[in-house]
């Protein structure tokens, strides 16, 4: 198994481009997360989803869009990037609650953006 | 959600054992603590969870005191490559709750030589 896989690892964009951060996952996990760090800075959950087809806002949504076309699949779509939006995104995977003891996280190995 | 507080960064020695602490006062009867482990330019990884007294594993120990209002990580002899950030999570570890769990800005352990 590959785990959650993230692409690209590294991108520049200018003000106002656009760009979709692409995150699979091989475990078929229901549950997927998009998360960004600001350097030396906890996590903050940006979108969710509980499943394909269903997707949900976190704490830091603006600026982004999801979709949730497949299990495996969680792109994250920005799509008038801004200065602000200088980070490392990262995407995680986690069971369907109730199957396992230890519900935990799976976290790709991020995307390190700089808008300029 | 439960936030929690620890130390922003602690130092040790190779082959010391480093505990880190954190603070979880409003923790809820349904709440879970876990640990995270992350390195620079990686993702978190999932070290440790428990919700009571004692918990082992291969990589480190959760102490949580019966008031549960407090948990230690303890990390047994750290070597060089344990230089990482640390997280404590608190919160009900099921379902969409999972992902919502606040990351703080962790504990940068540095092990030296």
């Known amino acids: 198994n590959a785990g959650v896989t993230q692409t690209p690892k590294f991108r520049i964009l200018k003000i106002g481009q656009s760009m979709t951060l692409q995150c699979t996952q091989d475990?078929?996990?229901?549950?997927m997360y998009w998360y960004r760090q600001d350097p030396g800075m906890g996590l903050k959950l940006i979108y969710y989803?509980?499943?394909?087809?269903?997707?949900d806002k976190g704490e830091v949504p603006n600026g982004y869009n999801v979709s949730r076309s497949t299990t495996e699949d969680f792109p994250l779509r920005l799509e008038l990037a801004a200065p602000s939006q200088t980070s490392v995104y990262f995407c995680a995977s986690s069971y369907p609650p109730g199957t396992t003891t230890n519900e935990k996280l799976f976290f790709g190995s991020g995307t390190q953006l700089s808008v300029l | 959600l439960a936030k929690t507080t620890q130390p922003i960064s602690m130092d040790s020695y190779e082959g010391q054992e480093v505990n880190i602490t954190c603070s979880h006062n409003?923790?809820?009867?349904?709440?879970?603590i876990t640990w995270y482990q992350q390195f620079p330019s990686q993702g978190p990884r999932f070290i440790i969870q428990?919700?009571?007294t004692k918990v082992t594993n291969e990589v480190a120990s959760l102490f949580i005191p019966a008031d549960r209002k407090s948990s230690t990580l303890s990390l047994p002899r750290v070597s060089l490559s344990d230089t990482a950030v640390y997280y404590c999570?608190?919160?009900?570890?099921?379902?969409?709750?999972?992902?919502?769990?606040?990351f703080g800005r962790g504990t940068q352990l540095t092990v030296w030589p």
């Open positions: 475990m078929n996990h229901n549950y």
């Open positions: 999570l608190v919160g009900e570890d099921r379902g969409s709750t999972l992902g919502r769990l606040y």
């Open positions: 409003n923790i809820a009867t349904n709440d879970y």
């Open positions: 428990g919700y009571k």
């Open positions: 989803s509980v499943g394909a087809g269903i997707t």
